[in-house]
T-cell receptor
Framework: DTEVTQTPKHLVMGMTNKKSLKCEQH?????MYWYKQKAKKPPELMFVYSYEKLSINESVPSRFSPECPNSSLLNLHLHALQPEDSALYLC?????????????FGQGTRLTVV | QQQVKQSPQSLIVQKGGISIINCAYENTAFDYFPWYQQFPGKGPALLIA?????SEKKEGRFTISFNKSAKQFSLHIMDSQPGDSATYFC????????????FGKGTKLTVNP
């Protein structure tokens, strides 16, 4: 099983809403990532978790709040977003930060902020 | 130093032709070079990857050529098919599994039937 599952696939939210994106993997990976991808651009790293601890925050605004409740799950809590936050949000996982192996991406959540 | 420069931005190839996408980097600490294929509305999928101790890696119709001295690597797609039409990203990662995959800007490949 090399699958990273993201839910929901699509999300439309107002600027005053609170929503969460979910990501799950069962590959035993201990590094998990959130990326943001705008149209026709490469993915941009937002957060990295290593062994359920936040390792990297790429200066992401506080309206994005990550959470890693266990080694298989990664959440991204959204609050008071702006229309420019509309993008494809990708979750990825890899074996561990100390092991240089491939990162597997989920299918993404297409987020539209209205 | 952290950049990976990818070219061309877009590429149109006839069915059966060879598609070639090039990437260049400056950071000699990069030690792992994957290529990702992304279809519209989908997440990137790992296509093939190479480490700098080999000059070429082939998987089916996909080949990575790596030139360590020139700090360049390229993806060759042989016998290109319409189903290969997608955006391709090269990427690089530093030794020891650094957190960041540094992506190129992507190449949109169109294979005409």
């Amino acid at each position: 099983d090399t699958e990273v599952t993201q839910t929901p696939k699509h999300l439309v939210m107002g600027m005053t809403n609170k929503k969460s994106l979910k990501c799950e993997q069962h590959m035993g990976h201990r590094a998990m990532y959130w990326y943001k991808q705008k149209a026709k651009k490469p993915p941009e790293l937002m957060f990295v978790y290593s062994y359920e601890k936040l390792s990297i925050n790429e200066s992401v605004p506080s309206r994005f709040s990550p959470e890693c409740p266990n080694s298989s799950l990664l959440n991204l809590h959204l609050h008071a977003l702006q229309p420019e936050d509309s993008a494809l949000y990708l979750c990825a996982s890899s074996q561990a930060l100390t092991v240089n192996t491939e990162a597997f991406f989920g299918q993404g959540t297409r987020l539209t902020v209205v | 130093q952290q950049q990976v420069k990818q070219s061309p931005q877009s590429l149109i190839v006839q069915k059966g032709g060879i598609s070639i996408i090039n990437c260049a980097y400056e950071n000699t600490a990069f030690d792992y070079f994957p290529w990702y294929q992304q279809f519209p509305g989908k997440g990137p999928a790992l296509l093939i990857a190479i480490r700098p101790d080999v000059s070429e890696k082939k998987e089916g119709r996909f080949t990575i050529s790596f030139n360590k001295s020139a700090k360049q690597f390229s993806l060759h797609i042989m016998d290109s098919q319409p189903g290969d039409s997608a955006t391709y990203f090269c990427a690089a990662r530093t030794q020891g599994g650094s957190e960041k995959l540094v992506f190129g800007k992507g190449t949109k490949l169109t294979v005409n039937p």
